[in-house]
């Protein structure tokens, strides 16, 4: 297969079809080579990890002996935004916004502006979840929105609970009454101070020692033309 030679094992020009190497002429060039336009095989770019290079840009890699293959080169790690797919070997993208991934699906750490949510990055917590850092963490039992230093510590309650110090319970205790503000949000309201017991804040249904009912108020004394049974004020009769 050689062409011209200066000697009969040291080849200087091999015919069309074959490679000069070395002395040599091969076909194909070896590993860590490309065949040239001038018949011989060059090394490539990187002629340490580049197992195969593309003959038309000896730069882009095309298989890797050692590293991964990502965008024509060879690396060690694969870059923030992509993750390492062990089939392919190499460096795929993450979805949108994500800088740190172990697959196309699983996000670990979303760009500057954006929130991790279950592996997804998202704009802002749904319901249900407080921002902590630049994650979206789920608040505690029955919590609709909570406090980002106590996610048990609730804001607003999932409906149909009741708010109360914070808590999301299933009925207001002794001394509270259920309330409802406009956005429809239920919550529970300390009765007044003397009340025990009240439907709202200004009708009291009992209340605390040493004060008796009269007409939904607590007082020191049933008034004139009153008695006292229980604890209750009734209207004397004729």
Do not use: M
């Not at 297969?1 to 070395?22: A, I, R, V």
């Not at 993750?83 to 500057?112: Q, V």
């Amino acid at each position: 297969h050689c062409q011209t030679c200066t000697s009969s094992t040291n080849c200087t020009k091999c015919f069309s079809g074959w490679y000069l190497y070395n002395t040599d002429c091969v076909n194909p060039c070896p590993s860590f080579t490309y065949a040239a336009d001038d018949g011989t095989c060059k090394p490539c770019n990187d002629s340490e990890k580049c197992l195969e290079c593309n003959p038309e840009n000896s730069n882009v890699c095309i298989q890797c002996n050692a590293g991964i293959l990502y965008l024509g080169a060879c690396i060690d790690f694969c870059p923030d935004g992509t993750y390492l797919s062990i089939a392919e070997k190499t460096c795929k993208p993450c979805e949108a916004h994500c800088t740190l991934c172990t697959s196309s699906t699983i996000c670990n750490k979303c760009e500057k502006g954006w929130l991790l949510y279950n592996e997804d990055c998202v704009v802002s917590c749904p319901l249900g979840y407080v921002q902590i850092d630049d994650k979206c963490v789920k608040c505690g039992d029955r919590c609709e929105t909570c406090c980002p230093s106590n996610i048990d510590r609730c804001i607003t309650c999932v409906q149909p609970f009741i708010f109360y110090e914070h808590k999301c319970i299933d009925a207001c205790p002794v001394g509270t009454f259920q309330t409802v503000d406009s956005k429809g949000r239920i919550s529970c309201q300390k009765c007044s101070e003397r009340c025990s017991a009240c439907v709202s804040l200004e009708v009291c249904k009992d209340c605390i020692d040493p004060f008796v009912l009269y007409q939904g108020t607590c007082v020191d004394k049933c008034p004139d033309a009153t008695i006292n049974i229980n604890d209750i004020c009734y209207d004397c009769t004729d």
